[in-house]
């Protein structure tokens, strides 16, 4: 069987339209056999406050292969996927957003490469024409910086829309972490993995949920649960300054010595001052961070509340 896993935070607009395309291209794979393919479409209702369980709900009478969790509040997207994945039982197992920017007729091409013997296919934007160019530039950047931070390496330009191997999706299961950077679980995880690509289409019902401000977040998210250089760094830059703060205290000492003291000095004690200070800032926000982090992961609160279900989710 096939899990289509679908977060949605009030969706009501795009919905039908994604059940009635989905259906279609699920009822048009194959088993290997030629026989119909079983599917489920598992929606995961992240704390929607319009008609968006309304929806889903006329879809499961319709047809009772989508079936639905809905959770007790706005967990967040990533969340809302690892409780899709908690709860789907399909051999394979493909997380989708709602808004048909990623075009489900890619899943046959998937399959392929599934059948064929990799464990995750995921899919790479052929171009992101549909996102603006500060949006294409900010994720250029963090792609870049993810990668170059953290041992494991994220696919760039890869969402969550790829198909994982029932192997995969239990072992993302057992992954502990209250942060759930799913990107990252995805590429720690390992197993045998390759790229279809596709073409990522403009958004055309609905709205964006992700501001910049919340991407910003999910970045911070992301390279934190990914990569301690951040933390290590100030290590290195302080022992860097440290030999250079005791070469200068040489030189000074010389130089009182052999010339006697002057109280000259003001402006370069000003800007070591506060150089130092804006550092010192820097470095204890970041230990900050990562210390938040702990808290949260030690609280070992859950990752999400199922609220209610719908088609025995
Ligand atoms: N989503 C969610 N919880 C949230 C925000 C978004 O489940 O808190 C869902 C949303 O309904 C959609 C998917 O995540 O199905 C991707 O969101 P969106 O299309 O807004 O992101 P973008 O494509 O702009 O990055
Ligand atoms: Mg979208």
Same mark, same amino acid.
């Given at each position: 069987m096939l899990s289509v896993i679908v977060p949605v935070k009030d969706e009501e607009e795009a919905v039908g339209a994604f059940v009635t395309r989905v259906s279609a291209v699920l009822d048009g794979l194959?088993?290997?056999?030629?026989?119909? &393919?079983?599917?489920?479409? &598992?929606? $995961?209702? +992240? !704390?929607?406050?319009?008609?968006?369980m309304a929806a889903i709900c006329a879809a499961n009478r319709a047809d009772p292969r989508?079936?639905?969790?809905?959770?007790?509040?706005?967990?967040?997207?990533? =969340?809302?996927?690892?409780? !899709?994945?908690?709860?789907?039982?399909?051999?394979?197992?493909?997380?989708?957003?709602?808004?048909?920017q990623d075009p489900p007729e890619v899943i046959g091409a998937m399959l392929e490469k599934?059948?064929? !013997?990799?464990? $995750? @296919?995921?899919?790479?934007?052929?171009?992101?024409?549909?996102?603006? %160019?500060? #949006?294409?530039?900010? =994720? +250029?950047?963090?792609?870049? =910086?993810?990668?170059?931070?953290?041992?494991? #390496?994220?696919?760039e330009h890869a969402g969550d829309f790829r198909l994982l191997?029932?192997?995969? @999706?239990? $072992?993302?299961?057992?992954?502990?972490?209250?942060?759930?950077?799913?990107? *990252?679980?995805? =590429?720690w995880g390992?197993?045998?993995?390759?790229a279809v690509e596709y073409d990522r289409v403009e958004r055309r019902l609905?709205?964006?949920?992700f501001n910049y401000w919340k991407l910003w977040t999910l970045a911070i998210d992301g390279i934190t649960s990914a990569s301690t250089v951040p933390l290590r760094v100030?290590?290195? %830059?302080?022992?860097?300054?440290?030999l250079g703060g005791i070469l200068f205290a040489l030189f000074v000492i010389a130089k009182t010595i052999l010339f006697g003291s002057d109280v000259r000095g003001y402006p370069s004690l000003m800007v070591?001052?506060?150089?130092?200070? *804006?550092?010192?800032?820097?470095?204890?926000?970041?230990?900050?961070?990562? @210390?938040?982090?702990?808290?949260?992961? @030690?609280?070992?609160r859950p990752i999400y509340i199922v609220r209610e279900t719908v088609g025995d989710a």
């Open positions: 194959r088993e290997t056999d030629g026989t119909p &393919l079983s599917w489920e479409v &598992l929606f $995961v209702d +992240d !704390g929607s406050t319009d008609a968006t989508i079936r639905a969790l809905s959770l007790s509040r706005n967990f967040g997207k990533e =969340a809302a996927l690892s409780a !899709g994945l908690d709860h789907a039982r399909g051999a394979a197992v493909v997380p989708i957003d709602v808004d048909l599934w059948r064929a !013997g990799f464990d $995750v @296919v995921y899919g790479v934007r052929r171009n992101r024409q549909s996102d603006s %160019l500060p #949006k294409r530039m900010t =994720a +250029d950047l963090y792609y870049r =910086a993810h990668n170059w931070l953290s041992m494991d #390496k994220i696919p191997d029932r192997k995969v @999706v239990d $072992v993302i299961k057992v992954m502990p972490e209250r942060n759930r950077f799913m990107k *990252g679980l995805f =590429a390992g197993f045998r993995q390759t609905g709205r964006t949920k100030w290590s290195y %830059l302080g022992g860097a300054i440290a070591a001052v506060l150089f130092f200070g *804006g550092l010192q800032l820097m470095s204890l926000g970041i230990l900050g961070e990562y @210390v938040g982090r702990i808290l949260v992961e @030690v609280k070992h």
